[in-house]
């Protein structure tokens, strides 16, 4: 099921398609950030409210760098 997954997100993502942060993805924030034109403000706030990523994970790590 997940194989078919970059391929779908190959297809979709130059559309401006974005994925549902609850559903299943492989995008990483390099095919994100485009898509997210405030994703460094994002970041930024994430920097002021949580220094320490107490709240951090692998997959944000992976989506928001």
């Known amino acids: 099921m997940y194989a078919v997954l970059p391929v779908v997100e190959q297809a979709l993502l ?19 950030e485009p898509l997210y034109p405030r994703m460094a403000d994002f970041r930024a706030l994430r920097d002021r409210v949580d220094p320490g990523r107490v709240f951090g994970n692998a997959f944000v790590d992976r989506t928001v760098g």
């Open 14 to 32: 130059p559309l401006g398609a974005r994925p549902h942060w609850g559903k299943c993805f492989v995008a990483g924030v390099r095919e994100l």
